[in-house]
């Protein structure tokens, strides 16, 4: 008798021991596609894409690779747009504030904080997003469908987890941070709030993921919007701070409280709504609980490839917490205020630099998950490939922006002597590296999406050991001063590029060498990118 298309399926499970263990799981409720008009003579599983190379199934039907490069990469661009408004909304209204040196520098302080709780999250997202891509990929709905339910629980899990340790070690990191008592007191009020709202942020990007692992990055565009509207609305109105000469109808006078709840219920008003959109189905894949019952395979699937990313990711937060004190202990050394803000500055506008290519970016990772889980590592690389040249394309332009007129994109953000003096050399410096830069997002992105979070890991982790921090400080001339529990002293700096070229050691030289290890960077991704490895990766 002929073997039917399902029990080929059934074959190929029995090959792969962790998919054939969570097939019967992901089954339960028949939602495996239905949708399989031919199959592949090679891989002998569903062709899910037509021959002008137009998706069949999923969110993405019907759309041609460079119609699906566009529908996924637009809304990621506004909506990273619209997360970086949350974080310019509270420090904005807590400078307004009675004590605003104080408060600002809870919330500059908290915002570190809140960084690294975000690479816990992200790391369940970036397991999420390559899973259910992978699964949609193949035509497993039902195992799709299991990872959705599984990276909700670890959500809440973990967010649970990290807003407890928030909680009791607020104080603790307060002290560590060296801020003054009244700042301290900011910090610790801010950062407690946040904490009961963890599990919210937690699913709210969580859910992210899965929606951009599922092809659909408009419903993240949306839920930014809201958590943005509730945001400003909430912390205006509970802050007491004047916004355009005009004071809360509310009567509210909080302060730095009032800023917090407004994040805190941003977070859970964005996380309501994405979770009613993953139980409508929207995404072609539908949140159930009965998916949400602990299932130990899917979620050593989603740790296995979380793991890395956070430990990459953690290692980037250690590097630039290292490039922040650089430029502490130069400004110190050199005896120039400000230096400090000029690099906060120049970080700010480059990041909106990049925002083009970070949207690219998660483009190539829904498309090579996508097409790696249909077997089509061909067309995977294609998509990679031409979503690195749109994204080389536009921050090319800005580049271009940032080396013609740095001076007046400057003074969009401050006329301060000192940093329309400092900041636009480092503009020029960054406009030079945007190519490489570029190249470097959307393959790592893409790696990523791919499930090859161990050779992202190593990458990043031996370009910012090995050649970041150590020509930041080669380059920068700053002296670095021991503790006095490690004996006291100075590991005095060679200072080498003025004793070779005569080049004066300051913040231009420590960008020259940031911008270089971009360039490097861009290096070892495309060599990984072409070697090929990343295609073959099992998820």
């Known amino acids: ?86 974080g310019l909304v509270d420090t904005k209204l807590s400078a307004g504030l009675e004590q605003g040196e104080a408060a600002t520098d809870a919330i500059g302080g908290a915002s570190y904080i809140m960084w690294l709780i975000g690479l816990v999250i992200m790391a369940i997202g970036v397991g999420a997003t390559a899973l259910i891509a992978r699964s949609i990929g193949k035509g497993r709905v039902g195992v799709a469908n299991a990872v959705l339910g599984q990276a909700v629980t670890l959500a809440v899990a973990s967010g649970a987890t990290i807003g407890l340790i928030v909680w009791l070690l607020s104080g603790s990191v307060a002290l560590l941070l060296n801020m003054t008592p009244e700042a301290s007191s900011f910090f610790s009020d801010y950062m407690r709030i946040i904490a009961i709202g963890t599990p919210a942020t937690s699913v709210l990007f969580a859910l992210i993921a899965c929606s951009r692992g599922a092809g659909d990055s408009v419903s993240p565009l949306v839920v930014m ?176 922006l940032l080396i013609l007129i740095p001076r007046q994109i400057t003074a969009m953000l401050s006329t301060q002597p000192i940093h329309l003096a400092e900041v636009p050399p480092l503009l020029i410096i960054c406009g030079v590296v945007q190519v490489p830069f570029a190249l470097s997002i959307v393959l790592r992105a893409a790696m990523r999406g791919a499930g090859d979070v161990k050779a992202v890991m190593a990458l990043t982790w031996f370009s910012t050991y090995a050649v970041r921090l150590p020509l930041a400080y080669l380059v920068s001339g700053v002296d670095i001063p021991i503790p006095e529990w490690l004996g006291g002293g100075m590991i005095m700096n060679p200072d080498l590029p003025s004793r070779w070229f005569g080049l004066e050691p ?29 295609s073959r990766v099992k998820v």
Not at 57 to 80: D, Q, R, Y
Not at 377 to 391: F, S, T
Not at 506 to 534: D, H, K, N, P, Y
């Open 1 to 86: 008798m002929a073997e039917t298309p399902r029990d080929i399926e059934q074959s190929e499970l029995d090959t792969h021991p962790i998919e054939a263990c969570e097939t019967p799981y992901a089954d339960s409720d028949q939602e495996e596609l239905t949708v399989v008009p031919t199959m592949s003579p090679v891989a002998m599983q569903p062709v899910l894409i037509a021959d002008d190379g137009r998706f069949k199934t999923g969110k993405l039907k019907g759309l041609t690779m460079g119609s699906a490069i566009f529908v996924l990469a637009w809304p990621v661009i506004l909506e990273s747009m619209l997360n970086s408004t949350v």
């Open 225 to 400: 919007v809201v958590r943005n509207v509730v945001n400003i609305i909430i912390s205006w109105g509970a802050s007491g701070v004047e916004v355009f000469g005009m004071r809360s109808p509310l009567g509210l006078d909080l302060g730095v409280t009032g800023i917090a709840l407004g994040t805190v219920l941003g977070d859970l008003a964005g996380a309501w709504f994405i979770w009613r959109v993953a139980r409508t189905g929207r995404w072609g894949i539908r949140l159930k609980a009965i998916r949400m019952k602990p299932h130990m395979l899917t979620i050593v699937r989603l740790v296995r490839l979380g793991v890395p990313n956070f430990l990459e990711t953690f290692g980037m937060w250690i590097g630039n917490f290292f490039i922040i004190s650089f430029v502490g202990l130069l400004s110190t050394q050199l005896g120039t205020e400000g230096l400090l803000g000029a690099h906060i500055i120049g970080i700010r506008i480059e990041a909106f630099s990049f925002m083009p290519g970070f949207g690219v970016g998660m483009a190539a990772a829904t498309l090579a998950g996508q097409y790696l889980g249909m077997g089509r590592a061909d067309l995977a690389k294609k998509a990679v490939w031409r979503c690195a040249l749109i994204a080389v394309a536009f921050m090319g332009l800005f580049g271009v």
């Open 506 to 534: 300051g913040l231009t030289m420590l960008w020259i060498a940031l911008c270089s290890e971009m360039a490097l960077r861009a290096v070892l991704f495309s060599t990984r990118f072409f070697q090929g490895g990343w």
